[in-house]
């Protein structure tokens, strides 16, 4: 009799969560530019339709020199009336991350890419780097339904080298 109660449980929490309506996040531009081309080459950078509602995130570049020396600039934007700031604005050391990995929020950022990224070493970088079919995005933060846009500016040794910009779609559950 007790295993029915147990059945019972399991099925309506398996319901509540299947049912329930998540936060839906949805990739619809990416833009890379390198600003040195002699240093990186960007082969392509772009986002693949799977359906209405999935993207994928794909991106090719070559580091023709070594770069050891990696800073990384996050920027988030809001749209309304243009983009605005929102919520971050943040440079890091990008090589010392992927030794200690001791920073909680580029944490974050990190664990959705490691999977599909080539970039999961530590420095020098050099040769083929990329993030192929990157699609499943669990945001960990609440944010307003909306439009936005993240800024990465790669700096290798202390100049801007190549910048990448993901616009997605944000909508927060109801």
Avoid at 67 to 77: D, P, R, S, V
Avoid at 132 to 156: A, E, T
Wanted: proline residues 5%; glycine residues 2%; positive net charge.
């Amino acid at each position: 009799m007790d295993y029915k109660v147990v059945i019972v449980g399991i099925y309506l929490i398996a319901s509540l969560l299947l049912c329930s309506e998540a936060p839906t996040v949805k990739m619809t531009n990416a833009v890379c530019k390198s600003y040195n081309k002699s240093w990186v080459a960007v082969h392509y950078c772009r986002l693949k339709a799977y359906s209405r509602i999935k993207t994928s995130l794909n991106i090719n570049a070559t580091f023709l020199e070594p770069a050891n020396n990696i800073h990384l600039h996050l920027k988030m934007m809001k749209k309304a009336s243009g983009y605005k700031p929102f919520l971050f604005d943040y440079t890091f050391d990008a090589c010392e991350f992927m030794r200690k990995r001791n920073q909680p929020f580029v944490k974050l950022i990190w664990n959705l890419i490691k999977d599909v990224s080539t970039v999961n070493h530590t420095c020098p970088y050099v040769g083929l780097q990329m993030v192929h079919d990157f699609h499943h995005i669990q945001f960990p933060l609440n944010m307003p339904s909306g439009d936005y846009l993240l800024l990465f500016d790669w700096i290798f040794d202390g100049k801007p080298q190549f910048a990448t910009n993901v616009y997605f779609n944000f909508v927060e559950d109801s």
